[in-house]
């Protein structure tokens, strides 16, 4: 059965023709599933019961289990969510000045392979439905008591490698009778399916998209990016200059400084040619560090330095903070802990 939490507006709207019940009643509904986030179908106090009776014979309404709450010191939070088919992800709160954002994954794992990422290991299980991403959200503000104008596609999983989900989930979160977050608030990573950033592109929406590089050429990329060899860097380019030609909105660049890898003042230099000229913003991140993996962060003295040579040559970068790095909820570090998180339980 479908969950009723994946449908819009529209098919809503249809499903209650097919039920022969009033057209209002599907507004109504899509706020109890989309905005005040009912758990089940007893919830909707206002909604007849027949009509919930024939909802239930018809949907599920999936609402996760909050398996685990970590709590960091600069006060990022991460919850650990598990659906009823025993899979469980991550998502991220974080508090800036302006405002809540969460990081929210997209699939159970990843089938990437980026060589520095905990969440593709063991591959990917499955996709989340849109209802299911949405959930996330819904979910977490409830548990935290709080409002959040702000959402990275940035958690777990590959968001192009589960387009048409992603895409629906788009349109339901901006929903101004759901959880009314603007296309402008909203920013997507991907580590570049170029396909599918083209097709986004066609959709032209306003939200931020940030392509995942770490590498300013193929023989580095190569190394510890697997999906370079089928999209290299030349084909990227050209789908973020189409992106842009048809959004007209800036791309954000993540690079990731691996210590003696891609953090030299030439890689700088290399990046610089790449970008300059282009309508583009990099986002610089210290490598969090995985267990897994030899690799290790570039030194603060080598980011500035690196962050400083593109400033310098018109290429706008940032370092981004590293924010719930005390409970593995930073860049990277998000991943499928599932047994052993079951067995703990949900803490404070
Ligand atoms: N699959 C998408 C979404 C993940 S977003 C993507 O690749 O963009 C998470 C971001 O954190 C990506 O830019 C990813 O490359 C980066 N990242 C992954 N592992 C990291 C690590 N160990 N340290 C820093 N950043 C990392």
Partial sequence: MQNLRDLDKEALLAQMEAFGQPAYRAGQIFKWVQKTGAACFAEMTDIPKILRAQLAGRFTLSAPQLLRRQIARDGTRKY?????????????????????????????GCRMGCVFCASTIGSKIRDLTPGEILEQIIFTAKDAGVQISNLVLMGTGEPLDNYENVVQFLRLVHDRDGQDIGLRHISLSTCGLCDRIRELAALNLQITLSVSLHAPNDMLRNQIMPVNRRWPIRELMAACSDYIAQTNRRISYEYALI???????????????????????????????????????????????????????????????????????????LRRKYQQNKEEGADR
Wanted: proline residues 4%; neutral net charge.
């Fill in 80 to 108: 650990l969510w598990g659906f009823s088919d025993g899979n469980c992800v991550e998502s991220v709160l974080m508090r800036y000045t302006h405002g809540y954002t969460i990081c929210i994954s997209t699939q159970v």
């Fill in 259 to 333: 210590r003696g890898f891609n953090d030299s003042i030439d890689c700088a230099r290399e990046l610089t040619a790449l970008l300059q000229g282009t309508l583009a913003h990099v986002n610089l991140i210290r490598l969090n560090p995985i267990t897994e993996s030899p690799l290790k962060p570039s030194t603060p003295q080598a980011t500035q330095a690196f962050c400083d040579y593109l400033n310098m040559h018109g290429v706008t970068t940032t370092v981004r903070r590293r924010l719930g790095f005390d409970i593995d909820a930073s860049c990277g570090q």
